[in-house]
């Protein structure tokens, strides 16, 4: 019923969240979306970003993904459903509430190919021992990508999670905001001999900056 109702009106469900504050659940012209107040987190515009990034990637090369930053799921989505990709994932969100909602509004279920793990990005990735094909990064808090994973030492902690020729995406700002810390990002990904692309308002909003290894 709500989803039919959806291409009259917009129906909300508001769910309060430790890390996210207020989480909206919407149904919008037949299609559900996972929002916060001012960003959307999954299946709307955010979904569009991430897959103009992955479009620029070779996925046929890429035999595991680690994704940082779950949302609702939709990178997920677009990976399995838009790019045919069947091989291995890791999905960590630092939010439980995030995850349950990814499983319980969404319909996303681990499996042999999908493993979701409820951790802090930066303590996950300090602890990782394991390498990446393609590590997607999109972790905001509202519309403010933390300044923690706008430093150096987490970006060093990336580098050796890449696989050698490995691929990083990394959805890093509303474009209006792009800072200081992020162009020390990029310049750091370039002097580490990977190949950097920078995307300008991407869906007309965000930055992606695009590395891969040379």
């Known amino acids: 019923m709500a989803k039919l109702l959806s291409y009259l009106y917009p129906i909300t469900k508001k769910i309060q969240s430790e890390f996210s504050g207020v989480l909206e659940i919407t149904w919008y012209n037949g299609k559900k979306h996972l929002n916060t107040k001012n960003a959307n987190y999954s299946y709307g515009s955010l979904q569009r970003i991430l897959k103009f990034g992955l479009k620029h990637i070779d996925l046929n090369k890429v035999n595991s993904v680690l994704l940082l930053g779950l949302g609702g799921g939709s990178v997920i989505e677009t990976l399995r459903k838009d790019f045919s990709y069947s091989k291995q994932?890791?999905?960590?969100?630092?939010?439980?509430t995030v995850i349950d909602?990814?499983?319980n509004e969404f319909g996303l279920k681990e499996d042999e190919k999908l493993k979701i793990v409820c951790e802090d990005a930066l303590v996950f990735m300090q602890l990782n021992s394991t390498p990446f094909d393609l590590i997607i990064i999109d972790l905001f808090i509202d519309t403010d990508v933390p300044k923690a994973f706008l430093m150096i030492?987490?970006?060093?902690?990336?580098?050796?999670?890449?696989?050698?020729n490995g691929a990083i995406l990394f959805n890093a700002s509303l474009a209006k905001r792009k800072s200081h810390a992020l162009n020390e990002v990029i310049e750091f990904l370039k002097s580490h001999k990977f190949q950097t692309e920078v995307f300008?308002?991407?869906?007309n909003t965000n930055t992606l900056i695009l590395s891969k290894g040379l």
């Open 153 to 164: 030492p987490f970006w060093k902690d990336i580098l050796k999670a890449s696989s050698s």
């Open 101 to 103: 909602i990814a499983k």
């Open 89 to 96: 994932i890791t999905a960590v969100d630092i939010d439980p």
């Open 200 to 203: 300008e308002k991407v869906n």
